[in-house]
């Protein structure tokens, strides 16, 4: 069950603040239920403060994605115990540093970009990361649903996830004598 992803909303409700927050309020209380279910750093990405604040820099938010990697890490003898991990870094919407996300021990994951799109078709990507959110899988795993503003949606469902925020340098200040 999604909560307040823009495709999960009529289309008359869409711009309806009200609507949004009422969803938005729920999704808080569902996440305050399934806290003991969630891993510490799955729970703690989804009700950051920062999460859902555009305004702050560490909001994926309008991030633009600039890097995704599926790997499979393997141990034993031969390398035969292996799983799947998916890794992504955004630019954050500030263009003031990058966004980390780690996915260990994936079990399912769907990544969806529509061939069609409304608006100009290059120089987009997969556009703007709109909202997210965390949530309990059927089988006790985080899943974690993404869209973006061309379309793209994506769904993964994993042990944990691990989120970084890796701030730019700072210039140096000038010296004006």
């Not at 009422?22 to 399934?34: C, D, K, M, N």
């Not at 003898?77 to 630019?91: D, F, G, P, Q, Y």
């Amino acid at each position: 069950m999604a909560f307040f992803l823009g495709n999960d909303i009529d289309e008359h409700s869409r711009n309806d603040h009200n609507v949004y927050r009422e969803r938005f309020a729920s999704y808080q209380q569902y996440l305050q239920s399934i806290r003991q279910k969630l891993p510490s750093s799955a729970y703690e990405f989804a009700v950051a403060e920062w999460h859902y604040d555009p305004q702050v820099p560490q909001c994926p938010h309008d991030a633009w994605l600039e890097l995704l990697t599926i790997s499979e890490p393997s141990t034993g003898a031969r390398h035969e115990k292996r799983s799947i991990e998916i890794s992504m870094r955004l630019l954050g919407a500030y263009h003031d540093g990058n966004i980390e996300i780690t996915y260990k021990r994936v079990q399912m994951y769907s990544l969806i970009t529509p061939a069609e799109f409304k608006g100009p078709p290059l120089n987009v990507g997969h556009g703007d990361w709109l909202t997210d959110e965390v949530r309990l899988s059927a089988g006790g795993l985080v899943m974690h649903e993404i869209e973006f503003s061309r379309g793209s949606r994506w769904l993964i469902e994993s042990a944990d996830i691990a989120y970084e925020w890796k701030p730019f340098p700072s210039p140096p200040a000038k010296d004006i004598r």
